[in-house]
T-cell receptor, first 112, second 115 residues
Framework: TQLLEQSPQFLSIQEGENLTVYCNSSSVFSSLQWYRQEPGEGPVLLVTVVTGGEVKKLKRLTFQFGDARKDSSLHITAAQPGDTGLYLCAFPYGGATNKLIFGTGTLLAVQP | NAGVMQNPRHLVRRRGQEARLRCSPMKGHSHVYWYRQLPEEGLKFMVYLQKENIIDESGMPKERFSAEFPKEGPSILRIQQVVRGDSAAYFC?????????????FGPGTRLTVT
């Protein structure tokens, strides 16, 4: 059973378009993280959301944590080719261990 | 300040051989995590180590896989008698401390291909 389901699985858009990707679960999380992974590299942390309803902005990226802390979304405004990559949501699991449980991922391709 | 380093970046092994993957954490980090990324399964936790101790190996296959993080030197993920299903990208991450609030920094990964 996958705890974190991401949608869509694949997304191909033109430069300048807006997009939203989703991370959903039936479980409640104390926090949720978003990562971006470029081809041939490891994931890089973009943001951590902690409070239900929280909205965080990182330049053209807007992250929202659901009120019930079961879901999250990532909105990109005016996408650029440099935004291309695999977007992963994750939550830290296991108390002091802090191991990360990752979602299924959304593969984004932004065409110039 | 160098990031997490992994080597080799690419490793090709024939079935039955051993694979040794190395991870040097960021300076000052004493907590190491190994993850495996398979195309059909996504990124999955394997093992969490502190210096000289395995803390959580709940994601490690029961056979052929082992990990260590010695007092001196890099963390090693060892796969004995590799099979085609072991072909994947293996990522190491390090953090300064465990527990909430401490970010894990990922290395570039080792891509293992078993022929």
């Amino acid at each position: 059973t996958q705890l974190l389901e991401q949608s869509p699985q694949f997304l191909s858009i033109q430069e300048g378009e807006n997009l939203t990707v989703y991370c959903n679960s039936s479980s409640v999380f104390s926090s949720l993280q978003w990562y971006r992974q470029e081809p041939g590299e490891g994931p890089v942390l973009l943001v951590t959301v902690v409070t239900g309803g929280e909205v965080k902005k990182l330049k053209r990226l807007t992250f929202q944590f659901g009120d019930a802390r079961k879901d999250s979304s990532l909105h990109i405004t005016a996408a650029q080719p440099g935004d291309t990559g695999l977007y992963l949501c994750a939550f830290p699991y296991g108390g002091a261990t802090n191991k990360l449980i990752f979602g299924t991922g959304t593969l984004l391709a932004v065409q110039p | 300040n160098a990031g997490v380093m992994q080597n080799p970046r690419h490793l090709v092994r024939r079935r039955g051989q051993e694979a040794r993957l190395r991870c040097s954490p960021m300076k000052g980090h004493s907590h190491v995590y190994w993850y495996r990324q398979l195309p059909e399964e996504g990124l999955k936790f394997m093992v969490y180590l502190q210096k000289e101790n395995i803390i959580d190996e709940s994601g490690m296959p029961k056979e052929r896989f082992s990990a260590e993080f010695p007092k001196e030197g890099p963390s090693i993920l060892r796969i004995q008698q590799v099979v085609r299903g072991d072909s994947a990208a293996y990522f190491c991450a390090s953090s300064k401390l465990a527990g909430g609030g401490y970010e894990q920094y990922f290395g570039p990964g080792t891509r293992l291909t078993v022929t």
